[in-house]
């Protein structure tokens, strides 16, 4: 069918959804790094641009106020302060993206456009955008369904099985496991008197190089991995707003 010229107004949408994605994939300095640490203050963590641990450092005297076998906890905590501080510097930088001024668009007489909306595309968007909704939820308010038949779904709990990327240290005393990019445990090996009889630069040193063998592993993982996240099926559907849009209303542009 063909639209009023008033239609011409989903073009302009779409440009200004254009902006907005340029405002947010803003990126970051690569060559920044952000700091953070501990509640104790016994644990220093630096990350990069993409949130990745670079350097971990320890105060001399961190077993007298962390006992050995919470430094796993006092780890992550400082991780998580340290890409606080990341996400923070990131939003900065949108704020000011936000504020340049938007580029003119010439004015042009509208002209009558051809739709043929997509329903099987429209059935799958709300459908993404279901999953969007359910991700975004707390982990307690997420409902957890199971496949009975191909279209079909109960209610009942389904064990969570969450895929951990693990690293092992080049000493094997540490261990690091990431949830996608997320540090999700740093195990320290407590059960032997390693921890005890090595100085702070010796397990500063372990924990770096636990990371970064995570790092590595989760790089060969990577292209064999498929993404079960809604959110990045739908920001990969909507990276080209313009063509979202063409796309989903079927225009003859």
Sequence with gaps: ????????????LAGQAQRFADMFSVAQDEARTFAGQDESAQVHVEVDANGRVTDV?????WDKTVDPRGLGAAVIEAVNAATTTRIGAWA????????????????????????????????????????????TKPPAERPRRRAVADDEYDDEPAPVRKRLTKGTSDGGHVVVALDGKTVAQVQIETETIWVGNANHLEVAGELLSAFEAAYRRADEEAPVQRS?????????????????????????R
Excluded: C, W
């Design 1 to 12: 069918m063909t639209t009023p010229a008033g239609f011409d107004e989903l073009h302009r």
């Design 57 to 61: 450092t320890l105060e001399r005297d």
């Design 92 to 135: 900065d930088r949108v704020a000011e993206a936000a504020d340049e001024p938007a580029p003119e668009t010439p004015v042009r007489e509208p002209e009558p456009v051809t739709i043929n909306p997509s329903g099987q595309m429209i059935e799958n968007l709300l459908y993404l955008l279901h999953r969007v909704g359910q991700e």
């Design 228 to 252: 079960d996240s809604a959110v990045a099926e739908l920001q990969a559907l909507t990276a080209d707003p313009q063509e979202f849009v063409a796309k989903l209303f079927g225009l003859d």
